[in-house]
């Protein structure tokens, strides 16, 4: 059976982006693949080393926020990167062996330092970010990789690590593939690209009464400047919620509403509500009851971890072997 491995960085709880662009994707790959799903929490050092208080709760709320979205961790290996011991090891040893021009190279390297110009990334951790993502995945020798588009160059690289790899060393590793999920893209309140950095995300447990408050102002189609004037859904924000997560038949009545103006925006935005309302329900309720349960999360991750570890120590065992490392006894 082929092996699925994908992870996200412990930098806050999940948007509606993360459920739509990976976590629903995740809940379906995890019935047909051997699943490891990973919290990588070394990773959100690389860029959060100055200020890494809120690593520890973010851990904690994103594990709920599988759980509770469907990820079974009978079923799936779902971990913390920082309790095997053996990702650092395979980092270390795959950038023995990773030329720096393909790291500068990487465009997510260049493009994440000016977004994030607050912070000096000019640091050695920063530049392997991409290393560490290698490892990840070829430890576990996943063939799969459920992520999002800006990660396609990061998986080209990891098969690129494993062709030098495979070439010095002999064939221990097989290349993972991306699969890219298409996804239309989901705005924000404030009609850019839904983030949390942006303080524009809906969050996957945001109850009634703030999906309201976010929602009733958000920006539409500035054609609409009047209840009268008629326009555009391929043009709104809202919409693309809408295309997310209405069903089709509602969806087409609003379309003709918008587009005739025999509706107003405030009850296309009503509806959404309802929708987003009805469609995470059981999510919320299943996400609160995990949150009362902190504890039994840890120890879920920590369960997983060995699991993992488990996995990832025989590959490293091959790789020290074909690497000439240690001391055979
Ligand atoms: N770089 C990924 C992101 O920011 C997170 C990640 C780390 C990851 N290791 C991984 C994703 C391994 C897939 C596989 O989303
Ligand atoms: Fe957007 Fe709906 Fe208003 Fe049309 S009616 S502009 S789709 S919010």
């Known amino acids: 059976m082929k092996r699925v491995l994908s992870g996200m960085r412990p930098t806050g709880k999940l948007h509606l982006g993360h459920w739509v662009g990976a976590l629903q994707n995740w809940v379906e790959l995890q019935e047909k693949y051997e699943s490891f799903f990973v919290i990588v929490d ?160 809906i969050f996957m447990d945001d109850p009634p009464d703030v999906l309201r408050r976010k929602i009733f102002p958000m920006m539409t189609d500035t054609r609409r400047k009047r209840r009268s004037d008629p326009g555009k859904p391929e043009d709104c924000p809202v919409w693309t919620l809408h295309r997310a997560f209405t069903p089709e038949e509602k969806r087409r009545e609003l379309y003709q509403g918008c587009t005739t103006a025999s509706i107003g925006c405030l009850d296309c935005k009503r509806v959404l509500v309802e929708e987003l309302t009805l469609r995470f329900a059981a999510f919320r309720e299943k996400k609160e009851s995990l949150m009362r349960k902190k504890e039994e999360i840890k120890e879920i991750l920590v369960e997983g971890s060995r699991r993992a570890a488990r996995v990832a120590e025989q590959t490293l065992e091959e790789v020290r072997e074909v690497m000439g490392i240690g001391i055979k006894v």
Do not use: C
């Not at 690593?55 to 990167?81: C, H, K, Y």
């Not at 994030?116 to 995945?137: C, K």
């Open 42 to 201: 070394w990773h959100a050092l690389t860029t959060d080393y100055e200020n890494p208080s809120q690593i520890r709760e973010n851990i904690v709320e994103i594990a709920a926020d599988w759980m509770a979205a469907g990820i079974d961790p009978e079923r799936s290996t779902v971990f913390l990167q920082s309790l095997v011991k053996q990702h650092a090891e395979l980092h270390l040893l795959l950038s023995m062996i990773t030329p720096l021009g393909w790291l500068l190279r990487v465009p997510t390297y260049k493009e994440q330092m000016r977004q994030l110009s607050d912070r000096d990334l000019h640091t050695y951790g920063f530049l392997g970010y991409p290393v560490l993502q290698t490892a990840d995945i070829i430890i576990y020798k996943a063939e799969l990789v459920p992520v999002g588009e800006d990660q396609k160059y990061h998986i080209e690289l990891a098969r690129e690590i494993v062709r030098r790899f495979n070439h010095l060393y002999g064939e221990v590793f097989p290349e993972p593939k991306e699969i890219l999920t298409p996804v239309p893209k989901i705005l924000g309140t404030d009609g850019r690209k839904m983030s949390k950095s942006y303080g524009n995300a």
